[in-house]
């Protein structure tokens, strides 16, 4: 059974940086999509980022683009989040998920509803 966990949340100040880390365990690391999601309260999930098996496609949600970087470490099984120039707004519960498995390393997807897999999720909390 694939499970995933997620660390690196916690409570920060506008500016700051901070770096999630996902590791997945009971299934092939190597042939997932993984991705990150978030959820704020009230609010939708909201696709943040999705990295390629191969690590040669990469996609970013519109309000991270340029601030958040997206890796993985198919050694260690485990996809990063690093997230710079923090915003109020960026205060959410973020997901990592993965889809798949795939044979094509550069298969991504960024809908919620198409990822197999998800984790409990980490608190990400940015004060003004």
């Known amino acids: 059974q694939v499970q995933l966990v997620e660390s690196g949340g916690g409570l920060v100040q506008a500016g700051d940086s901070l770096r999630l880390s996902c590791a997945l365990s009971?299934?092939?690391?190597?042939?997932?999509?993984m991705s990150w999601f978030r959820q704020a309260p009230g609010k939708a999930r909201e696709f943040v980022s999705t990295i390629s098996w191969n690590g040669g496609r990469i996609l970013y949600g519109d309000s991270v683009k340029g601030r958040f970087t997206i890796s993985r470490d198919n050694a260690k099984n485990t996809v990063y989040l690093q997230m710079y120039s923090l915003k109020p707004e960026d205060t959410a519960v973020y997901y990592c998920?993965?889809?798949?498995?795939?044979?094509?390393?550069?298969?991504?997807?960024?809908?919620?509803?198409?990822?197999?897999?998800w984790g409990q999720g980490t608190q990400v909390t940015v004060s003004s």
């Open positions: 009971g299934g092939t690391f190597s042939l997932y999509a």
């Open positions: 998920a993965a889809s798949g498995p795939y044979l094509n390393g550069a298969e991504v997807r960024n809908r919620a509803d198409d990822m197999k897999y």
